[in-house]
C-alpha cells in the first residue's frame, strides 16, 4: 500500500520497525471514517430524488440519477441567506465584545492586585458550572426591560463577558515573563500599551482556541435565540433549521433536513477545512485538549 | 454659550429616539400587530402553509397584521411562552399542546375566553357546541373556556396492508384485542437466524409521545392513568398501567416483534413507509405524510383494545396568554375564531392529517369530497365517540417525564416494569407534592 509505505518513510528512523505507530496510524483512519459516515450520508440524502422511496434514504450509495429538488425546498422553506448573516452577525458581535472584555478580566485577575480577587475569580469559575438553561427567565426579563426583546443585540448580549474566556486569558498572561512588561514599563509604556503590544500579541494562540469555541457554541445555539427572536427575519440558522427538524407526532421528510443542514454547516464546515492547521495548532499551544 | 451646538442637536436627537422608541404604537393609526406563536408538530412544510394560512388572514383583516412566529416543539413553545409572559412581552395567540392548559391555568398564564365570547352574543353552549364533545375536557377548566380547540388527533393503528396479505392475514378484518394484535404481530415479523428484517409492530417512546402512547395503553387497558377533575394526581403505579407496560415489554423481550429501545416517532414511521415494520402506532397527525409517501396499501385502524375502546385526545388548542392587552386580546380573538371556522380548519386537517374539532368542517363541500376519496380520514373522527381528554396536571411536563425516562428504561430492557413505575410514581409524588400541599392537603 502507498500510503503505508509513505508513512514508513516518514515515520522517524528509531520506529520504523516497530508495529504500534502504524496501528495508531490506522485506527486515526477508521475513526476519521467513522466520522467521515454522517457527512458523506447527508451529502448523498440532499441529492437524492423523492422517487427513490424512503427504503433508499438510509444507504450511503449515491443515487444514479441526483437531484437538487431537495436543495429547493429547503432553500424555499427557509430564507437562508437571511439566518446566514443573521448568525453571523450574533458570532461576530459576541466574539469582538468578548475579546475585549476577556482580555481585560484576564489581564486584571492575571497582573493586577486587588481587594476580593481571588473571591472573585472563584465566583467566575463558579460560573462555569451553571447551566445556561437556568438563567433564560431571567435573562430574558432583562433583555426585555432593556428594550431588546425581538432584536439581535437581545440574543448577543448575555454572553458579552465569558467565564471561560477569561480564565483562558488568564492563564496565558500568567505564562508570559513579568520582564516584558517590566521593559515595557521603563520604555514608558501605559497600561493599554503594555496589554496591546505584549500581553495580547504573545497571547494570539489562545485567543484563536476561544474565538474557535465561542462561535461554534453561539453558532449552534437553538433554545435561546428561539427565546429572544420573534420576527421571522431575525432567525438564525439553528432556529430556521429546526423548522425542518423538530417534529412531535412523527414524520419527517429526510432529504429536505439534509439540505437544510448542510446549509447550516457548510460555512463553518469550509472555514475549518481551510484553517484547519491553524485550529489544531491554537489548540495545542493552548494546552486545551 | 453654556451648550454647545453639537450638544444641543445630539440631545434633540437622543430625545427623537427615546421618542420613537416608546410611543412606536401613537406614531400612527395603523393594524394592530399581533404574534401568533406556533409550533411545527409535524412535516416541515407545514410551516409554509401556516405562512399561506396567515397571509390570507391578514389579507382579509386591513385592520390586523398577525405575524406567525415559529417556537420548536410543542415543549418548546410552552417554554417560549412562558419566558415571554414572564418578560412582559407576551404574544397575543399560541397554539398550545392541548395538555399544558391547566397547568398553565393554575399558575395563571391564561386569560379565560368566557367575556370574549359572551361580547360575541353567544353562550360558552354555544360556543362549545361546535367542537366535538371529547375536545372539551383539554379546553374547558373549572367551567370557564380556557381554549379553542384547533388541530387534534387521536393515536390510530397503521397496516401495511400487502404486508399482512402476505402473512394471510386480512387488513380490511384489523386486529381489535391486544391477544389479536400480537397474534398479527408475531405473524408479520420475519427472521433471519436470530436477525429481525421485518419488524411485526412499532410503537414510539421519545418525549412527549412516549407519555402518550402510554396512556394510550393504559386507557385500552381500562385505566385513567391521570385525576381527569384535579390537578395533583397520577396514577402511575396502578394495574391497569403494569399490565400496559408488561404487554409493551413483553411485545420486546419476549416475543421480540417490537424493535427494541425507545424509538422517536419519526424513526418509527420512516421504518413503516420503508417497510422495515409492518404496523405502527401513531398520531393521525402523521396521515397525510403516510399517503404521501407509502409505495404499497395500508389501512388505518383503531387501537385494539384489552379492556375497553379508549384513546386520549392529543393535539393543540389555541390560547391567549395572561397580560394581553385589549385590543390585542380582541384581534387575537378574530384571528382565533377565523383559523377555528369550519373552511380553515377543514383545510389545515386536509393539509396535515390532523381531524377537524369544528364538527361543522365535515359538511363542507371540500372536506365531503375529500373524505369520499380518502376514507382513512375518517377512521381518527369515528374513534373520538371513546376518545377521553389528554394527560393534564401540574407541571404537567415534568411528571410526564418521570414517567417516561422510567418506560425508556424499560423498553431499553434495564428496569423491571413494577420497579419503574413504582420510580415513576414517587418521582411524580415528589412533583407534584407542592401543589398537593397548597390544595389538597391545606386544611381549613
Sequence with gaps: ?289 | MLFSRRLMLGLAMAGTLASALTFPALAGEGPTEIDLYFPVPVDGKLARDMGTLIKEFNDGHPDIKATAVYTGSYDDTLIKTRASIKAGKPPAAVIMSANFLLDMQIENELTNLDALIKADGTTKEQFLGQFFPALQGNAVINRSVYGVPFHNSTPLLYINADKAKEAGLDANKPPQTWAELTDWAKKLTKRDGDKVTQWGIAIPCAYDYCGWMMETLTMSNGGRYYNEEFGGEVYYDTPSMLGALTWWNDLVSKFKVHPPGATPGPAVSTSFISGNAAMMMLSTGSLTYVRDNAKFNYKVAFIPRNVRNAVPIGGASLIIPAGVEADKQKAAWTLIKWMTSPEKSAWWSRATGYFAPNMAAYKTPDMVDFLNKNPDAKIAVEQLDVAKPWFATYKTVPVRKNLEDEVMLVLNGKKQPKDALVAAQKAADETLKPYNAETSLKLP
Design chain 1, 1 to 289: 500500500m502507498k500510503l503505508i509505505d509513505r508513512l514508513y518513510k516518514d515515520a522517524p528512523l528509531a520506529t520504523r520497525n516497530e508495529i504500534t505507530p502504524k496501528l495508531g496510524f490506522l485506527l486515526t483512519i477508521l475513526l476519521a471514517f467513522a466520522w467521515l459516515i454522517p457527512f458523506l450520508w447527508m451529502g448523498v440524502a440532499t441529492l437524492r430524488p423523492a422517487s427513490d422511496g424512503i427504503n433508499l434514504m438510509a444507504e450511503l450509495m449515491p443515487s444514479l440519477k441526483p437531484t437538487l429538488d431537495n436543495v429547493r425546498d429547503a432553500w424555499e422553506i427557509g430564507d437562508f441567506p437571511r439566518y446566514l448573516l443573521n448568525t453571523t452577525i450574533i458570532c461576530t458581535g459576541i466574539l469582538l465584545v468578548q475579546f475585549v472584555t476577556i482580555t481585560l478580566a484576564g489581564f486584571a485577575f492575571a497582573r493586577l492586585d486587588f481587594a476580593g480577587k481571588t473571591l472573585i475569580f472563584y465566583l467566575f469559575l463558579m460560573q462555569l458550572m451553571l447551566v445556561p438553561v437556568l438563567l433564560i427567565v431571567p435573562n430574558l426579563s432583562l433583555v426585555a426591560q432593556l428594550g431588546l426583546y425581538d432584536t439581535l443585540a437581545g440574543v448577543m448580549m448575555p454572553f458579552f463577558a465569558s467565564a471561560f474566556g477569561t480564565f483562558l486569558m488568564r492563564q496565558a498572561f500568567e505564562a508570559i515573563p513579568t520582564e516584558l512588561e517590566d521593559a515595557a514599563l521603563i520604555d514608558g509604556a501605559s497600561l493599554i500599551q503594555r496589554i496591546r503590544h505584549i500581553y495580547v500579541p504573545l497571547s494570539l494562540p489562545s485567543f484563536s482556541a476561544f474565538a474557535i469555541i465561542s462561535v461554534t457554541s453561539h453558532w449552534n445555539d437553538f433554545l435561546w435565540p428561539l427565546m429572544v427572536i420573534n420576527s421571522p427575519d431575525k432567525r438564525p440558522l439553528t432556529v430556521g433549521l429546526s423548522v425542518f427538524t423538530k417534529t412531535a407526532e412523527g414524520t419527517q421528510d429526510w432529504g429536505t433536513i439534509a439540505a437544510g443542514t448542510l446549509m447550516v454547516i457548510a460555512p463553518l464546515l469550509i472555514t475549518f477545512l481551510i484553517f484547519q492547521k491553524r485550529f489544531i495548532s491554537s489548540f495545542v499551544t493552548s494546552g486545551i485538549k
